[in-house]
């Protein structure tokens, strides 16, 4: 290894599966190759000493090379639970090539001791633990794991290093605001990891990283990240908000962003949204259950007009994306139609429908642990149609729920229905967001992939016809849902496939 002043750094992320997160069938219409970089390693890169030489490897752009794997005194590995099996790809080079591996991220800090040929363990929040990593690596006494139960002061936290970035493979930018959510989902790991006391840049941080972005020629959507946008909901009205509104004039910005349904209840807040130039939200809505939302804690939602708590967000200029659960303890074989029911009448047209899963470090996980009902091993990928828990419906009327539950709702005539709902109640005139290069050759490959060759062709040029009549200025929004629909049917079309061959081989 060279002298510490004189580091080689390569910093990898591994790919992630073909999930309905990916978007990976869609990216194809675009000519992109992955729907976000790696934020987090970015960010990690600005952290480290500025003598070192960095590169970036995302392996959902491109793969790793052996040579990039000689030239690197040490490889830095951040990712996800569902990046697993990559990451072992990754890991298992990185032996064989004789490198120094640093792993961080969700993945290792939720199962770090799952890796034993990682040689430093760098977990929770970089802005704690990296600096102690890198003074005792400069002193020659690094330990193999750097942990801390504290949280980030985000106001110190740097502008990502964009230029390692290859932007153009990307779908979309990425930014963060705040960590950390106040609610406590015993599902989710996000208080876990994160904390409930949410944690807030500073709006100028904001816009320096949005800068930045620019200046690396960055045009496109941005992602805020954030687990929970609003958790903050007066800081948002008064700092970022009206920075975003102040530092979009002139150009053509669209956001994305993740946030709890009680966003339904503030229609200032929504406005301010919608004019900053946020225009889908990610909401996690999880069964039109009270009883099964107040079983896992998710008070939030419980008690609510959920279908209104949608249509108003819709109608205020927001598309609502929706994460749904099956198999709470509390359900029954009603929650299957009533979950399709649901998704059909809100007009949620990326409605992502999961099998409940318990994460370690998580409340779910302790007591389905102290039940003795943990059964197989979490994939971090709840959408694949596997669960680690004993349903106490059974295992096969929750499996076969399931994919009816999935059948139903991505079957092009439901998806396309579903789809009219939603351009009806759109209160949007229109998504303001350049349209570029990657957006033609997107509407141009949907004519013949989809309008052409499609099982959906019909629904297709119905939907076409059906907006250019009704809503011609959604248009543009038509075709990207149609899009997104034939990649969901095609992640859809693999799920079942393997629940198939697991159900033949369970027989056989």
């Known amino acids: ?37 790696p934020l987090g390693l970015l960010t990690v890169a600005a952290m480290l000493p500025a003598e070192w030489e960095k590169r970036l490897v995302d392996l959902n752009v491109r793969p790793v090379s052996d040579a990039e794997l000689r030239w690197a005194d040490m490889v830095f590995v951040g990712a996800m639970a569902v990046q697993k099996e990559s990451a072992r790809r990754l890991l298992a080079r990185c032996r064989s090539a004789g490198v120094k591996v640093v792993g961080g991220g969700p993945l290792f800090t939720i199962d770090g001791e799952q890796f034993p040929e990682v040689d430093h363990l760098v977990l929770n929040e970089a802005e704690i633990t990296l600096p102690p990593f890198l003074a005792d690596l400069g002193s020659g006494c690094a330990r193999r794991i750097y942990s801390s139960t504290g949280h980030a002061d985000l106001t110190s936290s740097p502008v990502p290093l964009w230029r390692l970035a290859d932007l153009r493979r990307y779908a979309m930018g990425a930014v963060q605001f705040s960590r950390g959510c106040p609610f406590d989902c015993d599902f989710c790991n996000v208080t876990s990891l994160l904390g409930r006391r949410p944690r807030l840049k500073h709006s100028s941080q904001v816009i320096a990283e949005l800068d930045a972005l620019r200046g ?63 225009e889908t939200v990610f909401v996690g809505i999880e069964t039109p259950s009270d009883e099964a939302l107040a079983s896992c804690g998710k008070k939030q939602n419980v008690g609510r007009d959920l279908l209104a708590d949608v249509r108003r967000m819709q109608r205020a200029g927001l598309e609502v994306q929706g994460g749904f659960i099956v198999g709470f303890d509390t359900d029954t074989s009603s929650v299957f139609q009533r979950q399709v029911d649901f998704i059909q009448r809100s007009g949620i047209v990326t409605a992502m429908v999961g099998l409940l899963q318990a994460i370690p470090g998580t409340r779910l996980h302790r007591r389905m642990e102290a039940q003795g009902r943990l059964d197989g091993t979490y994939t971090g990928d709840n959408v694949d149609g596997t669960t680690n828990i004993a349903p106490l419906m059974g295992s096969g009327v929750l499996r076969g729920g399931y994919e009816r539950v999935l059948r139903s709702i991505y079957s092009p005539g439901a998806y396309y229905r579903r789809t009219r709902t939603f351009l009806r109640e759109y209160g949007s005139r229109g998504r303001r967001g350049p349209v570029g290069r990657a957006e033609v050759l997107a509407f141009v490959r949907s004519l013949y992939r989809l309008g052409v060759f499609g099982r959906e062709r019909v629904q297709y040029w119905k939907l076409l016809a059906w907006t250019a009549v009704r809503r011609p200025r959604l248009l543009g929004v038509a075709v990207s849902l149609a899009i997104v629909g034939h990649h969901c049917r095609k992640v859809c079309e693999r799920v079942l496939a393997g629940a198939k061959a697991a159900e033949a081989r369970e027989g056989a």
Not at 5 to 21: G, H, Q, R, S
Request: proline share 7%; hydrophobic share 45%.
């Open 1 to 37: 290894m060279n002298g510490w002043c004189e580091m080689k750094v390569l910093l990898a992320y591994p790919e992630f599966p073909d999930t309905f997160w990916s978007f990976r069938h869609a990216l194809k219409f675009t000519g992109k190759r992955a729907l976000l970089p």
């Open 216 to 278: 690396c020629g960055w045009e496109g959507p941005v992602f805020f990240v954030d687990d929970n946008l609003i958790a903050q909901p007066r800081r948002l009205k008064e700092d970022l908000l009206p920075a975003l509104v102040e530092w979009g004039r002139g150009r053509r910005v669209a956001f994305n962003t993740q946030a709890s349904i009680n966003l339904a209840d503030d229609p200032e807040l929504m406005g301010l949204m919608v004019k900053a130039g946020f």
